[in-house]
């Protein structure tokens, strides 16, 4: 009897102070709100279609339909923010001790996190299973009237939040051909390859050995396209990165990083990897956390997207925020208002706003999502 009372007491400290502590030490903003805007700005802002690339909110254990004082976005909070699709990105391994270095594949940071946030005991160890527990929360959102799920083309389009699923590092598949259906059948659109660390399908910007697409993941290539899953190349290594854009027949995504030319780092892309993703079609999502953009100030988010839309071209830039992925940014989801008035105060125009904020991202999505 002793004993099970002291588990219960364990698990509810896990849950109830130590997770909710962790979450917001770890995925804090420089300032809080509100976040100033002018009228006008927001009046652009809400009419037009607003799309970040890559959240990690999911893997918090956070009601995201709930307003939190802590963490960097959920529902209302998107609301306030006027996005109207966020990429949830569904983190299934961490190595030990994030530093920007190379990390092998041998150690694992997430099983007390997915017991502290009470989940199947078989997602405690296992990446699919996280996968899989992380996909079905976020379908539970769904009943809520005002958040859907995308999983066609038609998807897009309507009122209320949107949420695509992506995963982050396809170690989740754990080295399994027949794991990518059983995720597409989970909900999942968008797929980064790798993660921190090299696994089955290619070689990661942090991985021992940073090789480039293993056979499986030559393999996966073409069924990832026939699914109308966009392949996502953030984190990929300089191999992977550009192999990949060899074997393509769609747009793929940088789902959240940053540029070399302002800001050089193991994973931000440079000069020529940006004119490659332009000739295929694609869209880099800018982060806004410090080493995607060395200066994580609206001022060095803005300078980044200047410079990726002066070697990439406008219809290749986007926003990818890494919102809830272990960063400090300026502001949270609700600041994207104030993006916007940073962007026309440093001279862009209307059209050009419009597509950085989410244009690119739909145009790319119509394209790959299943009909
Ligand atoms: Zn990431």
Redesign the pocket.
């Known amino acids: 009897m002793i004993c099970v009372a002291l588990v219960i007491l364990v698990l509810s400290v896990l849950r109830f102070a130590v997770l909710p502590h962790y979450d917001r030490i770890h995925n804090s903003v420089l300032t809080a709100g509100p976040y100033p805007a002018s009228e006008k700005t927001r009046t652009v802002h809400h009419n037009a279609f607003v799309a970040d690339l890559?959240a990690?909110s999911l893997l918090w254990g956070r009601d995201l339909n709930k307003r939190h004082k802590r963490g960097q976005v959920d529902l209302p909070r998107l609301r306030d923010g006027g996005v109207d699709l966020q990429v949830f990105?569904v983190?299934t391994k961490v190595p030990e001790s994030i530093k920007y270095s190379t990390y092998g594949s041998d150690s694992d940071n997430l099983p007390l996190l997915f017991v502290a946030a009470w989940r199947h005991p078989r997602s405690w160890f296992s990446p699919m299973a996280r996968a899989i527990v992380q996909a079905n929360e976020l379908k539970r959102l769904t009943a809520s009237s005002s958040f859907s799920l995308v999983l066609h083309r038609d998807d897009l389009h309507g009122n209320g939040i949107k949420g695509l699923l992506a995963l982050?590092g396809m170690q989740a598949l754990e080295g399994q051909e027949q794991s990518l259906l059983e995720l597409h059948t989970a909900g999942y659109r968008m797929m980064?390859l790798t993660?921190?660390f090299d696994n089955e399908i290619a070689g990661s910007s942090f991985g021992v050995d940073q090789y480039g697409l293993t056979d499986l993941g030559r393999k996966l290539i073409p069924q990832m396209e026939k699914l109308g899953i966009t392949i996502d190349l953030?984190?990929a290594s300089t191999a992977t990165f550009s192999e990949t854009l060899t074997l393509a027949t769609k747009p793929v995504v940088v789902?959240?990083?940053g540029v070399h030319g302002t800001c050089p780092g193991p994973r931000n892309l440079t000069d020529s990897q940006l004119r490659g993703l332009a000739e295929n079609g694609g869209v880099i999502g800018i982060g806004y956390w410090k080493t995607a953009v060395c200066d994580a100030s609206l001022h060095g988010i803005v300078t980044a997207i200047r410079y990726a839309i002066k070697i990439a071209g406008i219809d290749h830039v986007g926003l990818g925020s890494?919102f809830d992925?272990h960063v400090t940014t300026p502001f949270d989801t609700t600041g994207l208002p104030m993006l916007t008035e940073a962007l026309f105060a440093d001279g862009f125009s209307k059209t050009e706003v419009k597509k950085v904020l989410g244009g690119n991202v739909l145009r790319l999505l119509s394209l790959n999502l299943p009909k």
């Open positions: 890559h990690d990105s983190v982050e980064g993660h921190f953030a984190h789902s959240h990083g890494d992925g």
